[in-house]
């Protein structure tokens, strides 16, 4: 496209068009090599946590950018035979089968066949008639049963053993009504219940019972082969045998759930292998790129599932001392959180009688972990994290670095030709309207000098290290310090700057930090 040749900064199509907006990447050839180098630690990690909770058997795996790096399997799957687990051993996920149950509802939405904002009686008709807490609640909708945040209970252990209801069963139950912990909307209460009805929802708008439809549009797109909701199919040779620990020490073979009406929030059985294929598709919804969609569901959708709907809580505690502090809520199926570690980290847990289990990934950074394990509520979440502090101490987990795109290079150079050589009539071009509204021209031109006079001759610019497509910073060395120049982009065609700050930085600080409004990330400080 030919560029209009009027007096502004950038050539329209450089914004216009998305090829323009480079997405982020990972710049280390040598971080798979750091991370694959780790995974002996983590083994040991996982290995002490079996030990310490005395685990019949367990397997685990790590996902590396789209596939299933390192696998690992110890332990038996039946105590009986002495059989060992093998990376195709068979086990029960169970909650973790809520953030399938959500991508099917994502699925029929980007289909045009449901809203999240529908009300959930017009799936549910029992909805209709239901008595809520207050006169003044509003319907409930879908996206409220998404992210536990329609006011039922919480219904742990209740709901676990309710896997195996029939749907006459629970038409009796919603006949009756369902009792209210908060009004609907209001906060979060982790409910089996709304996963267990969003599973009817499915049914009601596919014409086909959940389980098909999952299997059809779901596990199969992803190749789970090896995964299922009924464990009667699967073979007595790849069963992985649920256990409860107890008080005695000694073990209780657990008797496995049969599949019913509340399938939808916890009644999938995986593979390592399959449970691989499932994390990668999750990561491969990161970064947002013009690629030919690949999967059953949307990437948009993927991303809008992992991020946070329904705020939980915020903890910290100072031990040993370290602070730490953890902000945690719930998006679509799936648990979201921030600590002091990362800005984005994603999961879920499951719990049965007999299995506990775990999924995490952290989608800047293309790594997930999971563990299956068949002891009763043994949910690995712990190790994982501990994995985590590992591949950080390796050097290898790394957030995918941004591109710098046009609009940020080409500002940089006008700004660094007004450093070298102040023109009001090129800062005039260069500046969004509000910028020598906030700071005159003379207060800008006098700021440049004093600092030039500080720093001394500096040397060509560095590249521009962008926070997002319209935001960045960039160094300059100079014969006495450094000079870092952050600059923000305004919201005009074409973008001009509407922010700019010069300032000579410490050598313990080589980045500014971003003006208010801009995102902060994440960080714990004494």
């Not at 073979?253 to 999938?268: K, N, S, T, V």
């Not at 957030?399 to 800062?427: F, G, M, S, Y």
Request: net charge positive; with cysteine; aromatic share 10%.
């Amino acid at each position: 496209m030919r560029c209009l040749r009027i007096p502004a900064l950038f050539c329209f199509s450089s914004l216009l068009f998305p090829q323009a907006l480079p997405p982020a990447r990972f710049t280390d050839p040598q971080r798979v090599p750091k991370l694959e180098a780790a995974m002996p630690e983590v083994d040991q990690i996982f290995r002490r946590y079996m030990a310490e909770k005395k685990i019949p058997g367990m397997v685990w795996g790590v996902v590396i950018d789209g596939r299933l790096a390192h696998v690992k399997a110890e332990g038996l799957r039946d105590r009986s035979t002495n059989s060992p687990v093998t990376n195709d051993t068979v086990f029960r996920i169970a909650s973790m089968t809520k953030s399938f149950t959500a991508l099917a509802v994502l699925k029929l939405r980007d289909e045009g066949r449901l809203s999240l904002e529908d009300p959930v009686s017009k799936w549910i008709p029992e909805f209709a008639k239901m008595e809520l807490p207050t006169k003044d609640s509003a319907p409930l909708r879908l996206r409220q049963l998404m992210s536990h945040s329609a006011g039922f209970p919480e219904d742990n252990p209740w709901g676990d053993q309710q896997l195996a209801a029939t749907d006459e069963q629970v038409t009796a139950w919603l006949k009756k009504g369902i009792p209210f912990s908060t009004p609907p909307d209001t906060r979060y209460e982790y409910s089996n219940y709304a996963f267990g009805l969003l599973g009817r929802v499915i049914a009601k708008v596919s014409g086909m019972p959940y389980e098909k439809y999952m299997q059809r549009e779901i596990l199969g797109p992803l190749r789970m082969t090896g995964s299922t909701f009924e464990f009667s199919s699967i073979p007595a040779e790849r069963r992985a045998v649920g256990y409860r620990l107890q008080p005695d020490g000694t073990y209780l073979a657990e008797a496995p759930l049969p599949h019913g009406a509340f399938g939808a929030m916890g009644g999938l059985l995986t593979t390592a292998a399959d449970l691989g294929r499932y994390i990668a598709f999750q990561l491969s919804a990161w970064p947002a790129r013009d690629d030919a969609e690949a999967g059953p569901v949307r990437r948009a959708s993927v991303r809008e599932m992992n991020r946070m709907w329904r705020p939980a809580n915020l903890t910290a505690r100072h031990a040993n001392g370290v602070l730490s502090a953890t902000a945690s809520g719930y998006g679509f199926g799936l648990r979201i959180s921030s600590d002091c570690r990362f800005e984005q980290i994603v999961g879920h847990g499951g719990g049965l009688p007999g299995f506990g289990s775990y999924m995490m990934w952290l989608p800047d950074y293309g790594v997930g972990l999971f563990a299956m394990a068949n002891l009763t509520y043994s949910g690995p979440s712990e190790p994982i994290s501990q994995a985590l502090d590992v591949f950080l101490k390796s050097g290898g987990l790394q957030k995918r670095e941004l591109p710098a795109p046009p609009a940020l290079t080409q500002a940089r150079d006008h700004i660094v030709r007004l450093w070298n050589n102040w023109d009001d009539a090129e800062a005039k071009r260069m500046a969004a309207m509000n910028l020598f509204l906030d700071a005159p021209i003379p207060q800008r031109r006098e700021e440049i000098r004093k600092l030039r006079e500080e720093v001394g001759q500096c040397g060509p610019a560095g590249p521009v290290m962008p926070e997002n497509w319209l935001r960045g910073q960039f160094n300059m060395s100079c014969a006495k310090g450094t000079v870092g120049v952050f600059f923000t982009m305004a919201p005009t065609q074409p973008p001009a700057v509407q922010h700019l700050v010069f300032r000579k930085l410490t050598p313990e600080s080589q980045h500014l930090f971003a003006p208010t409004g801009a995102p902060a990330g994440v960080s714990c400080v004494e």
